[in-house]
């Protein structure tokens, strides 16, 4: 088979894996080399079914041993297959960046032979790029589950970010639509990546000569509504990752039905708005201080799908409410629907100055069409605040204070040649 036939049909196979994001390293290039990673992130490329992509993203095979009901490139489908040598990967892979179409490699694969031998093949594309190329751009390796830890220790010297797809919520599901894998198969090599890459930052403080372990962390990704997990469910398993893996980044995809399988549900069309609110509730937890026992509970386990995650919030927590913009701390601006990081951080730097006015908040970029019913200024009210919380969501939605997702409902994307 031709190197671009192989390319069709390997980048779009690659293309239901979401966690390819490229900011968050920096690597210089040698004067002898070819390449740098700054942390401002990639230059554009565009995919097939036109989205806007960064980096070359490819799977090094699609010739797959594993049979999960939920995935493309499972055993029993009847879609064309391929596999490159990791030569191959790495001649597109300077090709591509010489012509500056690309500047940096995502680099995943379907489990050949076996585990190790994939990983082996994946690690053997870094290094040759690395030492016999010098190419100092991006490279994102995944992680083969079960693949030993000599391998994923080489993977993470060599690469920038390296990450361990966790696939589904629960290990019940796993067991039911990917009875190959095995749940501690996953995290295991999520946990030594977490251990090496602390380790790594230890050592760099001692000696800058120190070889830099995965410096642009490790992520992972998993399916959402192939399996019957609420979003309270989800949430905790991400806050656990965040706490004890130290992952960088935790991806959702929502489930694209794209086989025949009485193990997966039927679906009018994938859960993008749902995606989009654990998308914001993930954001909460990571920059907000909110816990998921904050966001959900048992009692209602799954988010609105009206109003975002933290609007959700407040109107539960009218006891938390009015705010007074010139007298909150930092932490309690946050909680503020319409306020986000940014602004907080200049509501609290502008009132070293000045009291803080209704016209001042604007310029700050806070979002009054919401934030207005939850705050006060120098003890004057926007809005009045004692009202019901019916009363509370209606002016919010007449006010154009809900969730735009809502008013438009995001559309998948095309995928063309699945099958062909």
């Known amino acids: 088979m031709e190197i671009l036939d192989k390319l069709q049909i390997l980048s779009g196979a690659a293309r239901y894996d979401a966690s390819c994001a490229s900011s968050g390293s920096r690597r210089e290039g040698s004067s002898s080399g070819i390449g740098n990673t700054s942390q401002g992130g990639i230059c554009h490329s565009w995919a097939d079914d036109g989205r806007c992509i960064s980096l070359l993203k490819i799977l090094l095979s699609n010739d797959c041993i594993y049979d999960c009901a939920y995935c493309v490139n499972r055993a029993t489908n009847p879609v064309p297959r391929a596999s490159f040598s990791a030569r191959?990967?790495?001649?597109?892979?300077?090709?591509?960046y010489r012509r500056n179409y690309i500047e940096g490699l995502f680099l995943s694969s379907a489990v050949m032979q076996s585990p190790d031998q994939t990983m082996e093949r994946m690690v053997g594309v870094a290094?040759?790029?690395?030492?016999?190329?010098?190419?100092?751009?991006?490279?994102?390796?995944?992680?083969?589950?079960?693949?030993?830890?000599?391998l994923v220790r080489?993977?993470?010297?060599?690469?920038?970010?390296?990450?361990?797809?966790?696939?589904?919520?629960?290990?019940?599901?796993?067991k039911r639509l990917a009875p190959q894998k095995q749940k501690q198969a996953i995290l295991e090599p999520m946990s030594l990546i977490g251990r090496q890459i602390q380790e790594s930052l230890v050592e760099r403080k001692t000696s800058r000569r120190?070889?830099?372990?995965?410096?642009?962390?490790?992520?992972?990704?998993?399916?959402?509504?192939?399996?019957?997990?609420?979003d309270f469910q989800i949430l905790k398993l991400t806050?656990?990752?965040?706490?004890?893996?130290?992952?960088?980044?935790?991806?959702?995809?929502?489930?694209?039905?794209?086989?025949?399988?009485?193990?997966?549900?039927?679906?009018?069309?994938?859960?993008?708005?749902?995606?989009?609110?654990?998308?914001?509730?993930?954001?909460?937890?990571?920059?907000?201080?909110?816990?998921?026992?904050?966001?959900?509970?048992?009692?209602?386990?799954n988010l609105d799908e009206t109003f975002d995650p933290k609007t959700s919030w407040a109107l539960r927590h009218p006891e938390f409410f009015p705010v007074e913009i010139n007298r909150a701390d930092y932490a309690v601006l946050l909680r503020v629907p319409g306020i986000g990081v940014t602004s907080a951080r200049?509501?609290?730097?502008?009132?070293?100055?000045?009291?803080?006015?209704?016209?001042?908040?604007?310029?700050?970029?806070?979002?009054?069409?919401?934030?207005?019913?939850?705050?006060?200024?120098?003890?004057?009210?926007?809005?009045?605040?004692?009202?019901?919380?019916?009363?509370?969501?209606?002016?919010?939605?007449?006010?154009?204070?809900?969730?735009?997702?809502?008013?438009?409902?995001?559309?998948?994307?095309?995928?063309?040649?699945?099958?062909?």
Request: glycine share 8%; with cysteine.
């Open 127 to 150: 290094e040759l790029l690395r030492t016999e190329e010098r190419f100092g751009g991006y490279i994102h390796l995944k992680i083969i589950p079960g693949s030993s830890s000599e």
């Open 346 to 420: 200049r509501i609290v730097a502008a009132r070293r100055f000045s009291v803080i006015t209704p016209e001042g908040l604007k310029k700050i970029g806070v979002v009054m069409k919401r934030a207005k019913y939850f705050i006060t200024c120098s003890g004057r009210p926007f809005e009045k605040i004692d009202r019901q919380p019916a009363m509370l969501k209606s002016s919010l939605l007449l006010g154009d204070g809900g969730d735009t997702a809502v008013k438009k409902p995001p559309k998948q994307l095309v995928l063309p040649g699945i099958f062909t």
């Open 210 to 230: 120190a070889p830099r372990f995965a410096p642009a962390g490790q992520s992972t990704q998993m399916i959402i509504g192939a399996s019957p997990e609420s």
């Open 88 to 96: 191959e990967v790495v001649e597109l892979t300077m090709e591509f």
């Open 239 to 301: 806050q656990g990752l965040y706490r004890k893996m130290n992952l960088k980044r935790v991806y959702y995809s929502a489930f694209v039905p794209v086989n025949e399988d009485n193990r997966l549900p039927v679906l009018a069309s994938p859960p993008l708005l749902r995606e989009h609110r654990l998308y914001q509730a993930d954001w909460l937890m990571r920059f907000y201080g909110f816990s998921a026992e904050e966001i959900l509970s048992d009692d209602a386990p």
């Open 154 to 174: 080489k993977a993470g010297l060599y690469a920038d970010r390296i990450s361990v797809n966790i696939e589904l919520p629960s290990s019940e599901s796993l």
